[in-house]
């Protein structure tokens, strides 16, 4: 997932997620920990935010923090990481203090106290507002839990895929390009079967909701049936879903 963020090649991890799950018996598959960092490992938002540590002295880590325009970028990274976290297959497991934005490099400073005191710092307070409604939408459905999983997409940056349970189907769209979505993605998320539609990306604006919970610019927000002014041909894919059967649509702005 780290590397897909970085690099940008959708293929390799929807080929890596396949291969696992096509190997793995279920039992195994489904209670994998899904880990993006541990207490051996930098903290992952500086991971995703600063790629100018290595080398630097223990002194020069014990002080590093990420500027505020790495920081933005890492959040926004963040967001589609421990969202496929929480949508593939296996149990999301999250290091302590990710979910609030905590710092650091290498051990011992991954391992810094929780900031308790902190956690209404409004970066912090958004990140951890987010990963609560993940754990929200990830128990709404057993599809989640235990569904199979089946790639839909893998190019260029963008990738989809489904998680299919014996009532329910979820289709996961991500892209981790600072780009609308192509033509490609969304005709993927077009011709997909599904119950519930989890978008990863920066698609909708605040006008083009329909029975949506959403999340614009780093904010959750929940509307009813709203207006129909669209911003883009993404929009007017989204709500084109519901015509094939989506009755449910989350959308993970970046």
Known sequence: ??????????????????????????????????ILGTHDTERILSVLGDKEYFGLSAAE????????????????????????????YGVPSVYYGDEAGMQGYRDPFCRMPMPWHELDVPYRAELLAFYQKLGQFRRASNAFKSGEFVPHYANFGEIAYMRKSQHETVLVAASSLALPPSW??????????????????????????????AVHHYRIVERQVGGRRISDVAAVGICRVLGYGANRIAAVGI
């Open 61 to 88: 880590l014990s002080e590093r923090r990420l500027t505020d325009d790495a920081l933005i970028k890492a959040k926004k990274l963040l967001k589609i990481a421990s969202a496929i976290q929480y949508t593939v």
């Open 184 to 213: 490609f993605l969304i005709r993927a998320i077009f011709s997909a079967t599904c119950s519930f539609v989890f978008i990863l990306t920066h698609l909708i604006d605040s006008h083009s909701v329909v029975n949506v919970v």
């Open 1 to 34: 997932v780290i590397g897909y963020l970085e690099y940008g090649d959708s293929a390799i991890l929807a080929d890596t997620l396949t291969e696992i799950f096509a190997t793995y018996p279920r039992e195994n598959a489904h209670a994998l920990m899904n």
